[in-house]
């Protein structure tokens, strides 16, 4: 099962990225299959917090098209939600452990371990920080 990272929900979001036409067609090919494919919930968060900020990209989107955008995404029957289950805490310390992260990398090796408690084979993203996860297998489209 593949997973996307916040970058691919941005990216397919802001028209005027220059990764825009290959992460909306990643998307789409996900969420109009029917293969399951799985977004990390801190991602969701996450999308919306960038999009929306005007330190970010300005314009911002305005909340209701992001959140109307999302509810698109999240509508798809394949989709799997990834959130943390009774294994959660041990996976998430193993992460940490065997990566050195810390700090900001917090954040990534969360997302990592949710993949990776959900048997996740492919991680989608642009952000080389996910390397270090070394039982995570990444994938960048945007190279």
Not at 70 to 97: C, D, Y
Not at 100 to 117: K, M, P, V, W, Y
Not at 127 to 139: E, G, H, K, P
Request: hydrophobic share 45%; proline share 7%.
């Amino acid at each position: 099962m593949r997973a996307f990272d916040t970058n691919v929900l941005v990216f397919a979001e802001i028209r005027t990225s220059r990764f825009h036409e290959t992460a909306r067609q990643l998307l789409s090919e996900a969420a109009e299959g029917s293969s399951p494919w799985a977004l990390p919930w801190p991602c969701v968060y996450e999308f919306l917090r960038v999009v929306t900020h005007p330190r970010v990209y300005y314009p911002p989107v305005p909340v209701p098209r992001a959140l109307e955008d999302l509810s698109r995404t999240l509508a798809s029957p394949a989709l799997i939600l990834l959130s943390e289950t009774e294994r959660h805490n041990g996976i998430f310390q193993q992460v940490i452990r065997a990566s050195g992260a810390a700090g900001n990398l917090i954040h990534d090796a969360h997302i990592a371990a949710l993949c990776l408690e959900h048997g996740v084979s492919e991680f989608v993203t642009g952000d080389r920080d996910f390397l270090r996860f070394s039982d995570l297998r990444v994938t960048n489209p945007f190279m």
